[in-house]
């Protein structure tokens, strides 16, 4: 089935190919970087996809590992030197063979091996198309990150960003690093709001293309794109419930932006959620679907508030400053992450829900649309800060933050996808 | 924009859409490139070199006051102050004009479009954008027009007029436009 869903989506989705880059710009490190050895594998030169290079791109850009060179080929069979790889200062090796099979596809083996205690860890192996090779590079990383730091790695998952250049606006999906770009919707009229379903095969998305904001629900693999929410008035902010049955919307057909849910196959009526006489508007579950964070001025300022997803009374979440917006819950659902305005400027803020302790995750004044990834360790935000609008994405403890360029001219309102599974 | 403009921007959407291969790609035919109407409603050119008709024939021609660029009709941004959704007096007679011109023409419709400066957040704005649209919308109805005649959308900060970021720029910005259809 994964392979089946692959397949169709490299099919549908082709790569812009080499008009479409991004550029990434690493800053800071890690409190604690895991010094790991990757050899060249056994096989993998002459292919189109570096493997072990992206594989080892991946690691030391997450800002916990320093990857060492091994210097020297080491087949997933082959005896480690581990005192020779402890001298060049590592404390793990990762090494492998690339095997080109009989119908073309490639078999990639891998082991990972313990440096300090001299012993194996563990090896696994893939077989992908060629097209694949640097997908397989990615779940690589993802599993020698989650051997050696207990937590699941990001690196295999997917971004959806907006990119406008001149009078064209362009859905994107991108791997993580912001590389093997595709564009599932091309449309000289506005989007904004993409947000995944958390199967990661369909995007709900605001478009403009009706002269109106209109909610779409987007299906990847085959292109079908339905509107799910497009009542008299102003359609917005969709946001999955984790069951991906419904969408929690913003609509205007009393008047101002309320909170509705409608079913995310479209058809059915919304069904109203809140009832204010402000904006109620920017609606996100909770991970365990029980509560929605939402944006609401009825205090007369812009603030983050809670309800049951059932409806209810909701209770306000943020106090400090007059411009709390955009909330996205963690993975774990236990912080926060949103846009609020300080000292003039927009900035994006990490909040731990149990105790209210606050950290800056940005600092550049001109910051929207946050996203955690799927571990919970990375918020990606858009910024207009450093003269045009890119993507950082930021690790939760603040210290490391890597800058996304592109050529596609502005990026904005990214999302992060779910694991791929 | 005008026709000009917008049946240029179809061109060279058409050539970009041209360029690339991937996706679901939307194209404005809707909007852009709409044939060019004349004014009584026969096709343009058609009453040239025809023969047999009367050379003392006259067909009387009634511009829509719409298209009337002395008329206050012509007028169809309302401006707002920051932070702020109440129509400001100097906007009164506009929308008394377009109300009257409304009420009078009940096949008439209008989409009321909201917009805002592009700080801060785009949901947010959007929000914000409906809010003055919908300002302008009660305004109408309370002067008679029917519901039916009328739709408030926002725009938010997606299709800003002047895009520098200074206090000039914003103001623009912070506008309802009336978009007859």
């Not at chain 1, 030391?60 to 320093?66: L, N, P, V």
């Not at chain 1, 090896?123 to 990150?145: C, N, Q, T």
């Not at chain 1, 360029?405 to 309102?413: C, K, M, Y």
């Not at chain 2, 007679?93 to 700080?119: E, F, K, M």
Request: hydrophobic share 35%; glycine share 10%.
């Amino acid at each position: 089935m994964k392979a089946l869903f692959l397949a169709l989506l490299s099919a549908l989705l082709l790569p812009l190919g080499a008009t479409a880059q991004m550029r990434i710009d690493v800053s800071g490190v890690g409190a604690t970087q895991y010094p790991i050895a990757i050899a060249r594998f056994a096989g993998s030169s002459g292919l189109p996809q570096d493997v072990p290079a992206v594989v080892g791109g991946d690691l030391s850009r997450s800002g916990a590992f320093r990857v060492i060179d091994a210097g020297t080929v080491l087949s997933d069979t082959d005896t480690v030197d581990h005192v020779a790889m402890r001298e060049r200062g590592a404390d793990a090796v990762l090494s492998g063979s690339i095997t080109r099979l009989p119908d073309g596809r490639y078999e990639i083996r891998y082991r990972l091996s313990d440096a300090v205690r001299q012993a194996a860890i563990g090896g696994e192996s893939l077989i992908v198309g060629e097209r694949d090779l640097r997908f397989a590079a990615h779940r690589i990383a993802d599993w020698v990150f989650e051997r050696l730091t207990g937590e699941k790695g990001i690196f295999s998952t997917r971004i959806a960003y907006v990119s406008k250049q001149g009078d064209r606006y362009r859905l994107n999906i991108a791997d993580w690093d912001g590389e093997n770009i595709v564009t599932p919707l091309n449309s000289p009229e506005p989007i904004i709001s993409p947000s995944w379903s958390r199967d990661g095969t369909r995007l709900a998305y605001v478009s403009f293309e009706a002269r109106k904001p209109v909610v779409y629900v987007h299906t990847l693999a085959t292109g079908q794109r339905r509107p799910v929410a497009n009542f008299k008035g102003s359609n917005s902010a969709p946001a999955w419930s984790p069951d991906g049955r419904s969408l929690a919307v913003a609509l205007t057909i009393d008047g101002l932006s309320q909170i509705y849910l409608v079913p995310s196959d479209g058809g059915g009526s919304p069904r109203r959620i809140t009832s204010s006489t402000s904006i109620d508007t920017e609606p996100v579950f909770s991970p365990d679907g029980q509560s929605i964070f939402f944006t609401s001025d009825r205090g007369g300022s812009p603030q983050i508030y809670r309800m049951s997803a059932s409806g209810g009374d909701p209770t306000r979440i943020t106090f400090t400053g007059n411009y709390n917006v955009s909330p996205r819950v963690s993975p774990d659902g236990r912080s926060l992450a949103y846009v609020a305005r300080r000292n003039g400027g927009f900035v994006v803020v990490l909040r731990d829900l149990a105790s209210g302790n606050e950290v800056l995750l940005s600092d550049g004044g001109r910051e929207e649309s946050p996203s955690f990834a799927p571990n919970g360790r990375w918020v990606m935000y858009a910024t207009g800060s450093g003269g045009r609008d890119s993507l950082v994405a930021a690790s939760v403890d603040g210290r490391v933050r890597q800058r996304l360029t592109s050529n596609l001219g502005d990026i904005r309102e990214p999302t992060w996808g779910p694991f791929a599974n | 924009m005008n026709r000009t403009t917008k049946l240029l921007l179809s061109a060279l959407s058409a050539l970009v859409l041209a360029a690339c291969s991937s996706g679901v790609k939307l194209d404005d035919t809707g909007q852009g490139a709409a044939p060019v109407e004349s004014r009584d409603g026969s096709a343009a050119g058609s009453g040239v070199g025809v023969s047999g008709a009367d050379a003392r024939g006259v067909q009387p021609v009634t511009l829509d006051p719409l298209d009337d660029p002395a008329s206050p009709l012509s007028k169809r941004s309302i401006y707002f102050d920051f932070d702020s959704f109440a129509i400001r007096d100097e906007f009164r007679p506009t929308v008394d004009a377009h109300s009257r011109y409304l009420n009078s023409n009940r096949d008439r419709r209008v989409l009321i479009q909201g917009n805002t400066d592009d700080r801060g957040s785009r949901e947010y704005n959007l929000a914000l954008g409906q809010k003055r649209a919908e300002a302008v919308r009660r305004a109408l109805a309370a002067l008679g027009v029917q519901e039916a005649q009328m739709e408030a959308v926002s725009l938010g900060e997606e299709r800003p007029r002047a895009t520098s970021a200074d206090e000039a720029s914003w103001a623009e910005n912070r506008r309802a436009d009336l978009v007859y259809q």
